[in-house]
């Protein structure tokens, strides 16, 4: 069970490029996001750089978890942690229902779908996070990347 009076720090890391942040839990204003994604972790897969949404990179989650919103905005900023539930079919592309962590690293980002913004539960933020941000930047080019989000 998450303790939400100890603080918790998600690692979001890129093992093939040596680089990792650390992001503090926000267990006051998303408690429920905070204690099934802490539930979750570790998880490893491909991150991708999102398509609509401008600076932003997500990562599917490998089992579905469906969280009512919390703390949502579509309002975000550098820095941001978030995670996403989407139904199948709730706009085009979506074929199965499907969970997500994103994070943003620059000003341009609004997590969007083809259908315009979609709101997200913030429930992190990541500090000291100029070298992750830069491996997201070239992701734009590169492609996906192999991410492991763990506990701190």
């Known amino acids: 069970m998450y303790d939400s009076a100890v603080q918790r720090e998600l690692v979001i890391a890129f093992p093939g490029e040596d680089v990792?942040?650390?992001a503090p839990l926000l267990a006051d204003l998303?408690?429920?996001t905070c204690e099934a994604v802490w539930a979750a972790l570790p998880v490893r897969g491909q991150a991708r750089h999102a398509i609509y949404s401008g600076s932003e990179v997500y990562l599917i989650l490998p089992e579905l978890?469906?969280?009512p919103p919390?703390?949502?905005t579509t309002r975000v900023?550098?820095?941001d942690v978030a995670f996403g539930w989407f139904a199948a079919g709730s706009f085009y592309g979506a074929h199965e229902d499907y969970c997500?962590?994103?994070w943003f690293y620059d000003r341009d980002a609004t997590p969007s779908s083809p259908e315009g913004p979609v709101p997200v539960s913030l429930f992190a933020r990541l500090e000291q996070a100029e070298a992750l941000f830069e491996v997201c930047?070239?992701?734009?080019?590169?492609g996906a990347k192999e991410v492991e989000l763990r506990r701190s």
């Open 20 to 22: 990792q942040a650390r």
């Open 30 to 32: 998303a408690p429920r």
């Open 65 to 67: 978890m469906q969280l």
């Open 70 to 72: 919390e703390n949502a």
């Open 77 to 79: 900023v550098p820095g």
């Open 100 to 102: 997500e962590v994103c």
């Open 137 to 142: 930047r070239r992701m734009r080019l590169e």
